[in-house]
């Protein structure tokens, strides 16, 4: 699975979008990129996923450039309880390798009141 | 159940002692993963089932690790002999089926070696 480069911390004020930026260079075009998020002392949490056009669900939009070597998760109005470490993960899904998930370091996002 | 749960929650075993996690995954999931997590680092792949048969243990650090799903549903990841650095978070993922899928978590089981 190709790897992800997330800085590792930000800061992102409460009611503001948090925009957290994922570098995926080596991308193949079969693999699709995750998100997650990991709350402290909590089991990771799927947020969105994506191939190549853009995704938006109730929890957040996924930016993915065209090139497909990065891509960004915007949270629009972040509260309190986003506070976590957000995870980018790209994979493939397939046979053998059962779809799993290579986490990386991420990057904690600590929101502010 | 509502979502995959992972028992206990917390273990303290002595160095030597063999011990016994357990996840049950959400009812009819396929796929189950068993994943370690250090202090601070992002989860680790150990194993992954597909339904009760294991297509990949390549994360399982030793032989004194080992998993088991025989029906199917509930899996036991069980070490044998605990060390110190076997110390950490061990969680369980289920995903209703293979492929680009969300994958579901539970809350982990944090083990200490002493």
């Known amino acids: 699975d190709a790897k992800t480069t997330q800085p590792p911390s930000m800061d992102c004020a409460e009611g503001r979008a948090a925009n957290l930026p994922c570098n995926h260079s080596?991308?193949?075009?079969?693999?699709?990129v995750y998100w997650y998020r990991q709350i402290h002392s909590q089991g990771p949490q799927y947020i969105i996923h994506?191939?190549?056009n853009n995704e938006t669900n109730e929890m957040a939009s996924l930016i993915i450039t065209e090139d497909r070597k990065s891509s960004t998760l915007i949270l629009p109005h972040a509260t309190l309880r986003d506070t976590a470490v957000y995870y980018c993960?790209?994979?493939?899904?397939?046979?053998?390798?059962?779809?799993?998930?290579?986490f990386g370091e991420g990057t904690q996002l600590t929101v502010n009141p | 159940g509502a979502g995959v749960s992972q028992s206990p929650r917390y273990k303290v075993a002595k160095r030597g002692q063999d011990v016994a996690l357990r996840c049950d995954p959400i009812?009819?999931?396929?796929?189950l993963f068993w994943y370690q997590q250090a202090l601070g680092q992002g989860p680790e792949f150990l194993t992954y089932f597909q339904n009760e048969a294991q297509l990949d243990k390549s994360g399982l650090p030793s032989d004194r690790f080992f998993a088991e799903r025989p029906e199917g549903s509930v899996s036991t990841l069980k070490i044998q002999r605990t060390q110190q650095e076997d110390s950490a978070v061990y969680l369980c993922?289920?995903?209703?089926?293979?492929?680009?899928?969300?994958?579901?978590f539970g809350q982990g089981t944090r083990l200490t070696v002493v």
């Open positions: 993960i790209v994979r493939v899904a397939g046979e053998t390798s059962g779809s799993r998930l290579t």
């Open positions: 994506g191939l190549k």
């Open positions: 993922a289920s995903t209703r089926i293979q492929g680009p899928t969300e994958a579901f």
């Open positions: 009812s009819g999931h396929v796929s």
């Open positions: 080596t991308i193949s075009g079969n693999e699709y």
